[in-house]
C-alpha cells in the first residue's frame, strides 16, 4: 500500500500558501464563507487544468471519486459543482491574479542565467496574440462577429524559460497594437514583435522609455537612408542602414533615426526587412532576435491542454485580465525548438 504523497500534492506544496493567503485577506475572499475556501477552489481549478477535465461535473466526479484522498491533496471541503460554479462568478478574479504575478515572479528568477540562444544579458520579450473562439449563446459580452464570440489573448513572454510576464485578455475586436498602450516598458529590454504592432507613436514611447524593439518593416515602410554600415553579404545581410522615415504622420511621430536591416534566409532565398532602435547589436544579432519571436507561437500551440473555458460557465461580462490558467502557466516550462523565421 503506498503511504507517500500523491503527484498532486507534491507539486502544491511548492506553492508560497503565505502569499495566497495574504492576497485573500487583501480583497475578501472569504468573507461569509462557511466551508469551500479559496484555497480548495484554486487546487480544484488547478487539478482541473493539469489532468484536463472536461467540465464542472467532469471535476467532481473525478473528484468524489477519490474523495477519502481529497484531505491528503489540500482539499478541506466537499466538492460539488454548483458551488465549484459559484465559487468561480462570485468570488474576486484580483485573488488569483495576484497569486498569479508571485507564482510568475518566482518561476522567472529561476531562469534568469537561463540561455535561449542568442548571446545577449538583457531581458528579451516576445509579444503577440492569439484569439479563443467562444460560443456566442454562453458569452455574448465577447463581441467578435455576428455568428461567433471570441476573446483574444495578448502575451508578453520572457523568452528566458518561455514564461508569460504579462497577459492581458480583451475582446476579439481590439487590434494588436493597442495593447501596448497598456504595457509599462521596461528600461533596457527587447521587445520583439510582427509587424502587426507598428505604430510609430506607441514605438516612439518604448524609445523614450529606455526599451528596445525589434520588429519587420511591412511592404509600404517608407523611409530615406541616412547612413550604411559594412556587412558581410555571404551572412546573409544584405544591408544594415540608419534611415529616417518619410512620411509627414510618421516622421512627426518618430522623429529620431532608425535601423533597417535586410536579410536574406539562406534556406528559403526570402527577404526580410527588420527594423530597430538598436543601434548597438550586430545585425546578425538583430535577425537572429527576431527569430527567437517564434517562441510565443509555440507557447500559444500548448494552451489546448488547458481547461476549456466552458468550464468556468460565465455568462455575463467579467474582468478576464488574469483568467485561472495564469497559476498554471507559470509552472510550466516549455521546451525550445528550432523553428524557421516566422513570416
Known amino acids: 500500500m503506498n ?45 482541473a487544468q493539469l489532468t484536463y477535465r472536461e467540465s464542472l461535473r467532469d471535476i467532481e466526479v473525478c473528484l468524489r471519486a477519490q474523495a477519502n484522498k481529497l484531505y491528503h491533496m489540500g482539499i478541506k471541503s466537499g466538492i460539488s459543482r454548483s458551488t465549484l460554479a459559484d465559487a468561480n462568478e462570485v468570488r474576486d478574479w484580483r485573488i488569483y491574479a495576484d497569486f498569479a504575478g508571485s507564482l510568475i515572479g518566482i518561476a522567472r528568477r529561476l531562469y534568469t542565467e537561463e540561455p535561449f540562444g542568442v548571446d545577449l544579458k538583457e531581458t528579451v520579450y516576445a509579444l503577440d496574440s492569439t484569439t479563443i473562439d467562444l460560443c456566442l449563446s454562453v458569452f455574448p459580452w465577447a463581441h467578435f462577429r455576428s455568428t461567433k464570440a471570441a476573446v ?46 507598428i ?14 524593439f525589434v520588429t519587420r518593416a511591412k511592404s509600404n515602410f517608407d523611409s530615406r537612408r541616412v547612413s550604411s554600415a559594412p556587412t558581410d553579404r555571404s551572412t546573409g545581410v544584405i544591408c544594415d542602414q540608419t534611415v529616417t522615415l518619410n512620411g509627414f504622420y510618421a516622421s512627426k511621430e518618430y522623429g529620431e533615426h532608425l535601423r533597417r536591416i535586410r536579410f536574406k534566409v539562406p534556406d528559403t532565398g526570402k527577404t526580410l526587412v527588420f527594423v530597430t532602435n538598436n543601434t548597438a547589436l550586430p545585425a546578425l544579432t538583430i535577425c537572429a532576435l527576431y527569430k527567437k519571436r517564434w517562441s510565443v507561437e509555440l507557447f500559444f500551440d500548448v494552451l489546448p491542454w488547458g481547461t476549456p473555458s466552458y468550464v468556468i460557465e460565465k455568462t455575463r461580462p467579467v474582468d478576464l485580465d488574469h483568467p485561472f490558467a495564469d497559476l498554471i502557466f507559470a509552472a510550466k516550462r516549455q521546451e525550445n525548438c528550432q523553428r524557421r523565421f516566422c513570416v
Open 152 to 197: 483574444k489573448m495578448h502575451t508578453l513572454l520572457d523568452l528566458r524559460g518561455a514564461i508569460p510576464s504579462f497577459i492581458h485578455i480583451s475582446d476579439g475586436k481590439l487590434h494588436d497594437v493597442n495593447v501596448l498602450d497598456v504595457l509599462i516598458p521596461e528600461p533596457g529590454a527587447f521587445y520583439v514583435m510582427d509587424r502587426g504592432y
Open 3 to 47: 503511504r507517500g504523497k500523491s503527484i498532486f500534492a507534491q507539486i502544491t506544496e511548492h506553492l508560497p500558501l503565505t502569499t495566497f493567503r495574504r492576497c485573500v485577506a487583501r480583497y475578501g475572499g472569504e468573507h461569509k464563507v462557511k466551508k469551500f475556501s479559496c484555497l480548495d477552489q484554486y487546487l480544484c481549478m488547478a487539478f
Open 199 to 212: 505604430d510609430f507613436c506607441r514605438l516612439y514611447t518604448l524609445h523614450q522609455a529606455g526599451a528596445f
